[in-house]
Structure formats: structure tokens, C-alpha cells
């Protein structure tokens, strides 16, 4: 049982657009920012977003993070084949760790 | 360009030992705050455990008392020492730097920016 919650799956066709939550509480995402990982089949965690909304170099702006609350979410607008993937929110939470989601899979159909 | 080499992985039987590396090129050791995160089959990401630059070393409940985490600037090399292995210790573990901000008021960036390919830990009989 993970500490932020996301949904399992997401999928939507080439071109469009998707959102992926991430929720959480004010021990954790209410109080510290919020980066998002895409984890290619078979590869490891790749950091999309951090600071809540900012991108490092080299990660397109299609991709983009928003945070409101105890809730983040992450957008990806234009969808392609190559953006299948599992995708992860992180945080510091309170316990003095930090929390992942449980990961979201997005199927581009 | 900063890169991480994990290695080290391997099957080994519950109660048995072993040592992690990740290697670190690009910057030193010591200078960024290094991290250990961990994947278990078609599960997510759980955070393992973070050494400090300063040398404070942190670990998740699920390892306290039985994985150490330490450096060696001569090599700049992380180490993570895995004893009294479980089952449920079978995952890939993937190093990491960390970046952390105290921005006041308790408030904490925290992100992982620059991750190793990952080493595969078995744990079985």
C-alpha cells in the first residue's frame, strides 16, 4: 500500500492528451513539492518533473506537472507510442522518508 | 556528465549477505547526497535508504539494523552492505543522487535527478 496514490492505468490515443493523479495528505504533498519519474519498459526511473512543474533539459514540454493541495497531477499533451510507460509521483512526507506513488501505467492505444 | 554503475546483484539464500556497489563518476562521492532506491517484481519504487554528504546515513524500517550504507572516496564508490537477506528483499536496486532543499518552515524539496541502470537482488532458497 503506497503512501501517495495514483491510478493503476491510463490510456488514450496517439496525439491526445492525458492526466495522471497523485494524491496524498498534508503530511506529505500539502507541505513539499512534488517530481514525477517515467520509467521505461525494462529501464530504470527517469526524473520528468521536479519543483512540481519544472522539466529537466531535455524533457519536452508536452510534459508538464501541476500541484493543488494534498493533490498532484501530471499532463501529457500530444501523446506518442514512445511515451508508454510507468509513471511515478514522489515526495517527502513527514515520517522522514520519501514516498513514492504506486505508479500508473499509460498505454498509448 | 555524471553517471552511476550499480553492481553487485546476484541470488543469494535467505539469511545470507551481500554487497551492493555504485560507482560514481563525474563528481564526487561525498559531495551530493546519495541514495538507494528499490523495485521489487511488477512492483513500484520504494525509497531504501540515503547517505548524507556529511556522513548521516538513514534508512527505511523495512531495512534498519540490517543494510549499511557507506562510501569510499579513494574508489567513489557507494557501498551497500545487505545482511540477513529476507525474500522480500528480492528487488532491482537502483542508486541515485538526491537533491534536498530545507526551504524553511519544514518545507522540503526532495527529488531523485541522476539514476544508475540498477543491479538485481535475489533472494530465494
Known amino acids: 500500500q503506497s503512501v501517495l496514490t495514483q491510478p493503476p492505468s491510463v490510456s488514450a490515443a496517439p496525439g491526445q492528451k492525458v492526466s495522471i493523479s497523485c494524491s496524498g495528505s498534508s503530511s506529505n504533498i500539502g507541505r513539499n513539492y512534488v517530481a514525477w519519474y517515467q520509467q521505461l519498459p525494462g529501464t530504470a526511473p527517469k526524473l520528468l518533473i521536479y519543483?512540481?512543474?519544472k522539466r529537466p533539459s531535455g524533457i519536452p514540454d508536452r510534459f508538464s506537472g501541476s500541484k493543488s493541495g494534498t493533490s498532484a497531477t501530471l499532463g501529457i499533451t500530444g501523446l506518442q507510442t514512445g511515451d508508454e510507460a510507468d509513471y511515478y509521483c514522489g515526495t517527502w512526507d513527514s515520517s522522514l522518508t520519501v514516498v513514492f506513488g504506486g505508479g500508473t501505467k499509460l498505454t498509448v492505444l | 556528465e555524471e553517471q552511476l554503475v550499480e553492481s553487485g546483484g546476484a541470488l543469494v539464500q535467505p539469511g545470507g549477505s551481500l554487497r551492493l556497489s555504485c560507482a560514481v563518476s563525474?563528481?564526487?562521492?561525498?559531495?551530493?547526497?546519495m541514495t538507494w532506491v528499490r523495485q521489487a517484481p511488477g512492483k513500484g519504487l520504494e525509497w531504501v535508504s540515503v547517505l548524507y554528504p556529511g556522513g548521516a546515513a538513514y534508512y527505511a524500517d523495512s531495512v534498519k539494523d540490517r543494510f549499511i550504507i557507506s562510501s569510499d572516496t579513494s574508489k567513489n564508490t557507494i557501498f551497500f552492505q545487505m545482511n540477513s537477506l529476507r525474500v522480500e528483499d528480492t528487488a532491482v536496486y537502483y542508486c541515485a543522487t538526491r537533491v534536498t532543499q530545507e526551504l524553511g518552515d519544514g518545507v522540503r524539496n526532495i527529488y531523485m535527478d541522476v539514476w544508475g541502470k540498477g543491479t538485481t537482488v535475489t533472494v530465494s532458497s
Open positions: 519543483d512540481n512543474n
Open positions: 563525474g563528481f564526487p562521492v561525498t559531495s551530493k547526497f
